[in-house]
T-cell receptor, first 116, second 115 residues
Framework: AQSVTQLDSHVSVSEGTPVLLRCNYS??????LFWYVQHPNKGLQLLLK??????LVKGINGFEAEFKKSETSFHLTKPSAHMSDAAEYFC??????????????FGQGTTLQVKP | GEEVAQTPKHLVRGEGQKAKLYCAPI?????VFWYQQVLKNEFKFLIS????????ETGMPKERFSAKCLPNSPCSLEIQATKLEDSAVYFC?????????????FGSGTRLTVV
């Protein structure tokens, strides 16, 4: 069965320093992977997606993620954190091999705190 | 830009009352999905539609939950006889393709509080 594990429940960085949010998945060889951000009391906003094209994916607001099949990872990075990046981040997988209906599996979420 | 519109934003119901939530997908998106966020970090899939047809309802508690997507109307999720455990944020998402090749766009959610 497919699953998603976000390795850190909470990450704290200083403004201007790099961000790394880690995600590992268990899936078939060709999953679709997404990162979504949720600000307090708001909906989910798509940051970026991997759907079997380039393994390095660039998203909005300076975020990017690299799909590494050998490590079954899809870590999210940003070179320089901004105060407005403080939010909850979800790694999400859609695996056509086990769920041909487009059902998404969500990671447990990582709370990103950005300190001044 | 285009967005998935969910109404109402907040809904308070007494235990046993009915709750009805609405979702207008992005025009041109054939697929609609409903998710329930019970705790901050727990999302549960409920049901998906391809146009007005149910595609996958494996997540629906069928005895009290029902959903529809009718032509030229917002999709709806209805809970008969709400229970305290139904308190959650309900998200609707729409997409152009079933497998998310173009991503899934989520609405801002409806927060249901059952008291």
């Amino acid at each position: 069965a497919q699953s998603v594990t976000q390795l850190d429940s909470h990450v704290s960085v200083s403004e201007g320093t790099p961000v790394l949010l880690r995600c590992n998945y268990s899936s078939s060889y060709s999953p679709s992977l997404f990162w979504y951000v949720q600000h307090p009391n708001k909906g989910l906003q798509l940051l970026l997606k991997y759907t079997s094209a380039a393994t390095l994916v660039k998203g909005i607001n300076g975020f990017e993620a690299e799909f590494k099949k050998s490590e079954t990872s899809f870590h999210l990075t940003k070179p320089s954190a901004h105060m407005s990046d403080a939010a909850e981040y979800f790694c999400v997988v859609s695996d056509p091999a086990s769920s041909n209906t487009g059902k998404l599996i969500f990671g447990q979420g990582t709370t990103l705190q950005v300190k001044p | 830009g285009e967005e998935v519109a969910q109404t109402p934003k907040h809904l308070v119901r007494g235990e046993g009352q009915k709750a009805k939530l609405y979702c207008a997908p992005i025009k041109g998106h054939s697929y609609v999905f409903w998710y329930q966020q019970v705790l901050k970090n727990e999302f549960k899939f409920l049901i998906s539609f391809q146009n007005e047809n149910v595609f996958d309802e494996t997540g629906m508690p069928k005895e009290r939950f029902s959903a529809k997507c009718l032509p030229n109307s917002p999709c709806s999720l209805e809970i008969q006889a709400t229970k305290l455990e139904d308190s959650a944020v309900y998200f609707c998402a729409s997409s152009q393709s079933r497998l998310g090749d173009y991503g899934y766009t989520f609405g801002s959610g409806t927060r249901l509080t059952v008291v």
